[in-house]
């Protein structure tokens, strides 16, 4: 069984039947697969943001003897949990409404794009491909072949306007995709924050569940939705103390002390999620996208670069 008091990485047994492909690092683009063994196949809860790391999963998979994936359920729309979906051979790809269409708006966008922002890493076979399967409302129903029964609940807008809870409850485990970031910053630009901590604080935290997969960082318990519920409170106090002030997202970033958070990866996405919170503020709506995606981009840099420094 799987011991949450450290950060285990590969291919990792969850539970008996219930798997995870846990990345080392978690950072930009480097989210986690789930695995769930169905008896006469797989289902993938997400795919990765290239073929070459998608690949490198199937290959674990089979070194496994699990079954071949014959479905993946898309947690959300980014590119880091859906450009690998082509990969895995003839699976039919399930997701919420909301989510297809924000997939469908983003068809014409080249992933490797963002090699101008992450020069390190490898968009090779990054593309969008659109969910073969929509589910629409709050809940969805999978009965697997092996009596495993598993909902998918929408929980959005709150990481995502689309957001969807992969839940086996019998069973005692979640697959979250980004609802839940754990020892890696959340963040929060294409979200609303409000409706993240809710979601976090009167859904995940109610339900009776042992074992919640994130969607970046290591497998953890109830314990880890308080760390980002935490978090995410920082962020929204940091925000209003700004705003206040008529600081820029980025110099109130800077006056901000993460304590504790200061070591989780990616620590620069204070940020981008000051930006998202000083939106709410001004009144923007729940779904309602940012606009200049690039200068925060550059904001995130100038904090990174200065946090560096000291």
């Known amino acids: 069984m799987i011991n949450m008091n450290k950060w285990e990485s590969g291919l990792i047994q969850v539970k008996p039947g219930f798997y995870a492909y846990i990345d080392p690092d978690g950072g930009w683009f480097k989210s986690n697969t789930g695995i769930i063994d169905a008896g006469d196949y797989t289902v993938l809860v997400d795919t990765q943001y290239n073929a070459p790391r998608m690949k490198k999963i199937l290959e674990a998979m089979k070194e496994r003897n699990l079954p071949e994936p014959r479905l993946i359920i898309n947690t959300h729309h980014h590119g880091d949990h859906v450009w690998a979906n082509h990969v895995v051979g003839n699976a039919l790809v399930i997701s919420h409404l909301v989510t297809s269409r924000l997939i469908e708006q983003n068809m014409d966008i080249d992933p490797s794009m963002f090699?101008?922002?992450?020069?390190?890493?490898?968009?090779?076979?990054?593309?969008?491909?659109?969910?073969?399967?929509?589910?629409?409302?709050?809940?969805?129903?999978?009965?697997?072949?092996?009596?495993?029964?598993?909902?998918?609940?929408?929980?959005?807008?709150?990481?995502?306007?689309?957001?969807?809870?992969?839940?086996?409850?019998?069973?005692?485990?979640?697959?979250?995709?980004?609802?839940?970031?754990?020892?890696?910053?959340?963040?929060?630009?294409?979200?609303?924050?409000?409706?993240?901590?809710?979601?976090?604080?009167?859904?995940?935290?109610?339900?009776?569940?042992d074992y919640f997969v994130p969607g970046h960082g290591p497998v953890t318990g109830k314990r880890g939705l308080e760390d980002m519920l935490e978090y995410l409170e920082l962020v929204i106090q940091a925000a209003g103390e700004g705003y206040k002030k008529k600081l820029t997202p980025l110099q109130a970033a800077l006056e901000t002390d993460l304590g504790r958070f200061d070591e989780w990866v990616d620590r620069e996405r204070i940020v981008g999620n000051i930006y998202r919170a000083y939106m709410e503020i001004e009144g923007a709506m729940p779904a309602e996208p940012v606009k200049n995606i690039a200068s925060i981009a550059l904001d995130m840099l100038s904090y990174k670069n200065r946090r560096n420094q000291e």
């Not at 491909?129 to 999978?142: A, D, H, K, Q, S």
């Not at 495993?148 to 929408?154: A, N």
């Not at 993240?196 to 339900?207: R, T």
């Open 115 to 209: 090699k101008a922002f992450f020069p390190e890493l490898d968009f090779t076979g990054s593309k969008h491909t659109l969910p073969n399967v929509v589910y629409e409302g709050g809940i969805g129903l999978l009965n697997l072949p092996n009596g495993v029964k598993v909902k998918m609940v929408y929980m959005g807008p709150a990481h995502t306007p689309g957001d969807t809870l992969v839940l086996a409850e019998e069973e005692g485990i979640a697959y979250t995709g980004d609802l839940v970031f754990y020892k890696v910053t959340p963040f929060a630009l294409d979200g609303y924050l409000k409706g993240w901590i809710d979601a976090v604080e009167k859904s995940l935290m109610e339900i009776n569940i």
